[in-house]
């Protein structure tokens, strides 16, 4: 039996880690589940796995939770210190699922006890990879990705002989704006933005999905997981998001991770590695899909895209400056303060006008991000929608 704690368990990923493990409740158990401030949904899913712990970030809504969970022994808690404390339980697996840079200090906690960490949120390999990926290596953790594209890449990857590898190539929907012109994105609604094609998820990285930055995170995430050049890591649109990625070796051979467009698949990957387990989606059928499309992706239509690729070229500070400027961005567009086209343009702004030194630590990540949010802040209110 693995111990299992959840970083996120009201998200989609949270749910769909839920979801798996219940089925399978004689090879799991429940350490720690945790939300933000969805006291409902965290109860209901502490009950249900009868969980050890359960703690919300907000700890305004740690008093409901108290009184959700009375009588049931399962200790609460909120706040920062507590969700790093939780991260810190000693879990064979832990999921990482907190959408943002919030997740990292969390994350980190979960590292330092040497288990099993899936990797659901791309801000921390993004923002702080060197840190992370060094922290994982002096405590002898194992990370492994659960986007479905880096676990398609890992499945298919060999990590024996990289040197054989010619290019890893990653694939995107295109996102819901993939036939928009940029005069019709301009007037894209929230809706309209957070209507996915293929996928069901959260409304931040439905967003990131509409604009493509969701691929340039994943570009730069890839970069940081797997021994190869940047240059040998290349995105094309798949609009069916059947095939998840792709990896081409120096013989000509192209190995690829075949699936239907649901994160439980990639997640029972990660919770049974390296064996696997069963996942109750239909079996894939090639026939009714009928044919697969691929195209190169339009830099001047989706410049996330652009903004990304120069990011991981430059190196140091520039990926935590731009994960953190989008995030911004992305939140005033859900708040319906700018418009579509903002989002790439208020993170084009912030990353011409800050440029810091490298951050070496962790404290130094976060005042990077910190600093960054602010200007992009700033220029925010400078947008009139």
């Given at each position: 039996m693995k111990s299992v704690t959840i970083l996120g368990a009201t998200g989609s990923i949270g749910t769909s880690t839920l979801d798996l493990i219940e089925r399978e409740p004689d090879n799991f158990q429940v350490l720690a589940l945790t939300a933000n401030?969805?006291?409902?949904k965290l109860a209901a899913a502490a009950i249900r796995t009868n969980a050890r712990r359960a703690v919300v970030a907000d700890e305004r809504?740690?008093?409901?939770?108290?009184?959700?969970?009375?009588?049931?022994?399962?200790?609460?808690?909120?706040?920062?210190?507590?969700?790093c404390e939780a991260a810190a339980m000693g879990a064979d697996v832990t999921m990482a699922a907190i959408v943002g840079c919030a997740g990292l200090e969390p994350v980190l906690a979960a590292i330092g006890q040497g288990g099993t960490i899936i990797l659901a949120n791309k801000e921390p390999l993004v923002s702080a990879g060197d840190v992370i990926?060094?922290?994982?290596?002096?405590?002898?953790?194992?990370?492994?990705?659960?986007?479905?594209e880096h676990n398609a890449i890992f499945q298919c990857f060999d990590?024996?002989?990289?040197?054989?590898?010619?290019?890893?190539?990653?694939?995107?929907?295109?996102?819901?704006f993939r036939d928009k012109s940029l005069a019709e994105?301009?007037?894209?609604?929230?809706?309209?933005?957070?209507?996915?094609?293929?996928?069901?998820?959260?409304?931040?990285?439905?967003?990131?999905?509409?604009?493509?930055?969701?691929?340039?995170?994943?570009?730069?995430?890839?970069?940081?997981?797997?021994?190869?050049?940047?240059h040998q890591i290349e995105i094309i649109v798949h609009r069916q998001s059947v095939i998840h990625s792709m990896v081409e070796y120096v013989d000509g051979s192209v190995l690829a991770q075949l699936g239907p467009p649901d994160m439980r698949t990639p997640?029972?990957?990660?919770?049974?590695?390296?064996?696997?387990?069963?996942?109750?989606?239909?079996?894939?059928d090639l026939v009714a899909i009928?044919?697969?499309?691929?195209?190169?992706?339009?830099?001047?239509?989706?410049?996330?895209?652009?903004l990304a690729r120069e990011a991981l070229e430059a190196g140091g500070a520039r990926p935590a400056i731009l994960n953190a400027a989008n995030e911004v961005a992305?939140?005033?567009?859900?708040?319906?303060?700018?418009g579509f086209l903002e989002i790439a343009a208020i993170v084009e702004d912030t990353l011409s006008g800050y440029d810091p030194a490298a951050p070496e630590a962790l404290e130094a990540v976060l005042a990077v991000d910190a600093e960054a949010r602010r200007f992009a802040g700033e220029r925010v209110k400078d947008c009139v929608v």
């Open positions: 401030g969805d006291v409902a809504y740690l008093s409901d939770l108290r009184a959700a969970l009375a009588g049931t022994g399962i200790e609460t808690a909120g706040g920062a210190l507590a969700l990926l060094a922290a994982a290596a002096a405590a002898g953790a194992t990370l492994l990705p659960a986007d479905s990590a024996a002989r990289p040197h054989r590898v010619r290019r890893i190539i990653l694939t995107a929907s295109g996102g819901p994105m301009r007037h894209m609604t929230l809706e309209q933005a957070v209507a996915h094609p293929n996928w069901s998820m959260g409304a931040k990285i439905s967003v990131d999905s509409a604009t493509l930055m969701n691929k340039g995170l994943e570009l730069i995430e890839a970069a940081r997981l797997f021994p190869v050049a940047n997640i029972a990957y990660c919770l049974a590695w390296p064996d696997r387990m069963a996942a109750p989606m239909a079996p894939l009928g044919r697969l499309d691929f195209e190169a992706p339009d830099p001047v239509r989706f410049p996330a895209l652009r992305v939140a005033a567009f859900l708040e319906r303060r700018i």
